[in-house]
């Protein structure tokens, strides 16, 4: 079983940035792969990127990509989302993800149903 804690959501204007953070429970964080989600109102929840268990290999959303970046902390137990310049069609609710392997098929990473755990979401809102 794997717990998930967001943090660091919040209101910022247009162009500026934010970190996300993913906190998760269980002994051997590294067997995670991880992924980063958001969901608009109105609309289906979408990928935005994930990260291989052990940081190796990373993956992201068109519309993301050159402006964020995942990580991860393996002794800290925490995978981080650096946004930069922050548009306001970035706004959503960001749900941190936990698959229950450290790689996955690069076809499957943008598939809600290959992650087993979910955070309980943290708002980012970008004013224009």
């Known amino acids: 079983q794997v717990q998930l804690v967001e943090s660091g959501g919040g209101l910022v204007q247009a162009g500026n940035s934010l970190r996300l953070s993913c906190a998760a429970s269980?002994?051997?964080?590294?067997?995670?792969?991880m992924g980063w989600f958001r969901q608009a109102p109105g609309k289906e929840r979408e990928f935005v990127a994930a990260?291989?268990?052990?940081?190796?290999?990373?993956y992201y959303a068109e519309s993301v990509k050159g402006r964020f970046t995942i990580s991860r902390d393996n002794a800290k137990n925490t995978v981080y989302l650096q946004m930069n310049s922050l548009k306001p069609e970035d706004t959503a609710v960001y749900y941190c993800?936990?698959?229950?392997?450290?790689?996955?098929?690069?076809?499957?990473?943008?598939?809600?149903?290959?992650?087993?755990?979910w955070g309980q979401g943290t708002q980012v809102t970008v004013s224009s």
């Open positions: 269980g002994r051997t964080f590294s067997n995670n792969a």
């Open positions: 990260i291989s268990g052990g940081g190796g290999r990373t």
């Open positions: 993800a936990a698959a229950s392997l450290p790689l996955l098929p690069s076809e499957t990473v943008g598939i809600t149903t290959t992650y087993n755990y």
